[in-house]
């Protein structure tokens, strides 16, 4: 049974705060995605890996990074929280050549 | 650049109704097309897909078909049930590119 696993289901932060969300999974995946939920904007990008140490911006990148130094690791930093980064956040992976992407549970994070 | 659009939810329809989740889209050359679900509390998984043009993707009684003329993709279903309430995102990957294009979503409401 393919695994697509988010370190936290519901997370509280501060303003200010480095925030570290991880994503691991168990496909040998080459591509892993992170977005992020808003009711009314769907998912939007931001950012994407094709391979270890890789990484590209999505359509949202501003108060974000990502770290990929291992395959079946992507992690999401939130270099200094703002409460407009309260947000859901999805993982996803992608298989070189598949079509069918696998998504984590999300992680629901409120910054106060 | 490419773009999805789908019909604003939320979608509200008893049990038994014919179900109709209007998804168009902008892309060069030939994109795959997809729909996934969200079930509550849970992340997206995909619900049927086609990769090329008059293609007909069906899954747990849905079908949406491929239409290049219109660059349309819309969901079906002749007789929903309350299991199938839902958000439901229509999708697209480029041709040539690892990463999905995802829509606002649309959510279904099914009363018994």
């Known amino acids: 049974d393919v695994k697509v696993t988010q370190s936290s289901r519901y997370l509280v932060k501060r303003t200010g705060e480095k925030v570290f969300l991880e994503c691991v999974q168990d496909?040998?995946?080459?591509?892993m995605f992170w977005y992020r939920q808003d009711p009314g904007l769907g998912l939007r990008l931001i950012y994407f890996?094709?391979?270890?140490?890789?990484?590209e911006k999505g359509d949202i990148p501003e108060g974000y990074s990502v770290s990929r130094e291992k395959k079946e690791r992507f992690s999401l930093i939130l270099e200094s929280a703002s409460t407009n980064q309260t947000s859901m956040y999805l993982c996803?992976?992608?298989?070189?050549?598949?079509?069918?992407?696998?998504f984590g549970q999300g992680t629901r994070l409120t910054v106060v | 650049g490419d773009s999805v659009t789908q019909m604003e939810g939320p979608v509200t329809l008893s049990e038994e109704a014919c179900l109709t989740i209007?998804?168009?889209?902008?892309?060069?050359?030939?994109?795959?097309l997809f729909w996934y679900v969200q079930y509550p509390g849970e992340g997206l998984q995909l619900l049927l897909k086609?990769?090329?043009?008059?293609d007909k993707g069906s899954n747990k009684g849905f079908e949406a078909t491929y239409r290049k003329e219109t660059t349309s993709f819309h969901l079906e279903k002749g007789s929903v049930q309350v299991s199938d309430s839902a958000v439901y995102f229509c999708?697209?990957?480029?041709?040539?590119?690892?990463?999905?294009?995802f829509g606002t979503g649309t959510r279904l409401l099914v009363s018994p």
């Open positions: 996803a992976t992608l298989g070189r050549g598949h079509y069918e992407a696998f």
């Open positions: 496909m040998d995946h080459e591509n």
């Open positions: 890996s094709y391979d270890v140490k890789m990484k």
């Open positions: 209007n998804c168009t889209y902008t892309a060069t050359g030939y994109p795959s």
């Open positions: 086609a990769t090329k043009a008059d």
């Open positions: 999708a697209l990957t480029p041709l040539g590119f690892q990463k999905l294009v």
